[in-house]
């Protein structure tokens, strides 16, 4: 008979031991509460904690559109120097005029259109040197200034819409920006059957203003149908949003989100058709002199940059 001490001395070691077997099992994970993105109970409704990225775009005041989807743009990031997106971009090239006696050649060239590393396109308009004068020629003899025409022909044409973009315009004498669309039938319809509709256009002697045009059959070129909007301040002082809201049988135009200016087939002349329900692509262009605008001249200073913070184009969708 063992004893009795031997027993106590025993089960404290028992004891000893089993302390340290459950001391030693690692701790239990616990479970973790739900994040906002499980699934609520079928009791419980759900808190929405962020915009749901198909929200429509906010109308503008007056807008008649609704359900604004944004359905293509180009926000212009990338390294600084970069050249417009090719598969958003093409190019019109060369110095022929234009239909309106301008004076640029336009290229391709990175120092006329290419993005600036800041979220921009800086389209820049160049006095040529004056040792390279005669190594472009243009309809009226050698160049004396090089620009860039942007466009999307080929790559993205559409039918109706909200259609802005955030600029900056340029200045002076002979300067003329603009942002407009054409017909995407016009290689089998011609100027001006398949339509123009110009979003904005300033020519640099009117500081303080910018038109909204469309042309068609029996009313373009001079004969156009628009109308501009003045403020107080040049428009190079700062960037504007210019926009259009593009419909069956109207069209709106928009600075600021001010409404200026409606356009439908009532609003024609007698008789001239309407031609402007049928796809059409962008333009963004810098040109120097014409016949609208004039020509340069001691008070104009080159270069002249329009700096396109973003274009975009809306659309109504099913709600």
């Not at 020629?137 to 802005?164: H, M, Q």
């Not at 339509?195 to 045009?213: A, C, R, S």
Request: aromatic fraction near 12%; hydrophobic fraction near 35%; proline fraction near 9%.
């Amino acid at each position: 008979m063992k004893p009795l001490k031997y027993f106590v001395s025993n089960l404290f070691l028992l004891g000893l031991a089993f302390v340290l077997l459950v001391g030693c099992q690692p701790a239990a994970t616990p479970t973790p509460a739900p994040t906002a993105t499980t699934a609520p109970t079928a009791t419980s409704a759900p808190t929405p904690t962020s915009e749901p990225t198909s929200t429509p775009r906010p109308l503008v005041e007056g807008s008649e559109m609704k359900n604004l989807q944004l359905v293509w743009s180009d926000e212009f990031d990338g390294p600084a120097g970069t050249l417009p997106d090719p598969n958003k971009w093409g190019y019109d090239l060369g110095g022929n005029g234009w239909g309106n006696k301008e004076w640029e050649f336009y290229t391709m060239n990175a120092e006329n259109a290419s993005l600036d590393g800041s979220g921009m396109l800086v389209i820049q308009a160049l006095q040529v040197p004056e040792a390279a004068v005669g190594d472009l020629t243009c309809w009226n003899g050698d160049c004396k200034y090089t620009s860039a025409r942007l466009l999307t022909k080929g790559r993205y044409e559409f039918t109706y819409g909200r259609v802005e973009a955030r600029m900056q315009i340029p200045y002076g004498q002979g300067i003329w920006p603009a942002f407009w669309m054409l017909g995407s039938d016009i290689m089998k319809s011609g100027w001006p059957n398949s339509g123009e509709i110009d979003i904005m256009e300033n020519i640099g002697k009117e500081p303080k203003m910018v038109h909204g045009t469309v042309h068609g059959p029996g009313y373009s070129g001079g004969s156009g149908i628009g109308k501009g909007i003045s403020q107080s301040e040049p428009f190079s002082a700062d960037f504007h949003v210019f926009a259009i809201e593009w419909e069956p049988e109207v069209i709106r135009w928009y600075m600021d989100g001010q409404q200026y200016f409606e356009l439908t087939p009532k609003s024609l002349p007698a008789g001239k058709k309407w031609v402007f329900d049928h796809p059409f692509f962008l333009i963004m262009n810098l040109a120097v002199g014409g016949q609208w605008p004039g020509y340069p001249d001691d008070s104009t200073v080159f270069p002249q940059k329009l700096t396109v913070d973003y274009v975009r184009v809306y659309q109504s969708v099913a709600p």
